[in-house]
């Protein structure tokens, strides 16, 4: 107790727990995704009370909260962790691509872009340069957006389709994108195996406040945990 918690003899950190609960304040019971802002969580979160019926550990916190976590899951989980697995000896990035240390800078093309030649390299060299590119202009429908993705590289299909519509009404599935509340930072594509290379956002302009995107330049936290914190980078 206190700052590990011991199951059958394996140490696990609190904070570990306390991070991975099963209950419906920790996981979506209609979308199984996590609820759980893991950096809200205070570094010196304690596990204050713990109770073990054989299938379920109820877990009490310094913070007042309470988690639940199927014992099973957790023995398979921490019975048997994964050895890491080989990766390069260096970060390698594509030649001319620079990571962000600010917001990076603002450049709007035309939607027209896309049917010249010309004016589309230039969009694309933008693109694989800071990482992300902004087309004004567009049409809001599927077409469009075929159009547009096929000019980069081969639509990608997802059980959701090559192009789908999201809002916080009329769905026939479950996702916290299709909710009204805010999504943290994510990697985009958790249902695929592999995520994709580029993600297309096609929105109407509000005139409004709220619904802000979030970029964040991956390999620039991978070069500043590098940089702050080599232990935790390697």
């Known amino acids: 107790m206190g700052a590990t918690v011991t199951l059958d003899g394996i140490q696990v950190s609190a904070r570990w727990f306390r991070d991975h609960g099963d209950d419906p304040a920790s996981v979506n019971p209609d979308t199984m995704q996590r609820e759980v802002d893991t950096f809200a969580i205070p570094r010196d979160m304690l596990a204050s009370s713990l109770e073990d019926d054989g299938l379920t550990l109820t877990i009490g916190w310094s ?39 600010t917001q990076p800078e603002i450049e709007t093309f035309a939607a027209s872009v896309v049917d010249d030649d010309d004016a589309w390299t230039g969009a694309l060299a933008h693109l694989r340069r800071v990482g992300w590119v902004r087309f004004e202009g567009a049409t809001l429908s599927d077409a469009p957006v075929r159009r547009l993705a096929g000019r980069i590289g081969g639509p990608r299909t997802t059980l959701f389709g090559d192009v789908w519509r999201i809002a916080s009404r009329d769905v026939d599935h479950q996702d916290s994108a299709y909710a009204p509340v805010p999504l943290d930072v994510h990697t985009g594509g958790p249902y695929l195996n592999e995520c994709p290379g580029t993600i297309i956002f096609a929105q109407q302009e509000k005139d409004g406040a709220g619904g802000n995107s979030v970029l964040v330049d991956g390999f620039a936290v991978a070069r500043d945990l590098a940089a702050s914190e080599p232990g935790a980078a390697e």
């Open 63 to 101: 913070d007042g909260a309470t988690t639940t976590h199927d014992r099973a899951a957790l023995l398979a989980l921490v019975g048997a962790p994964r050895e890491p697995g080989p990766r390069a000896e260096s970060l390698t990035l594509d030649p001319g691509a620079e990571l962000w240390a």
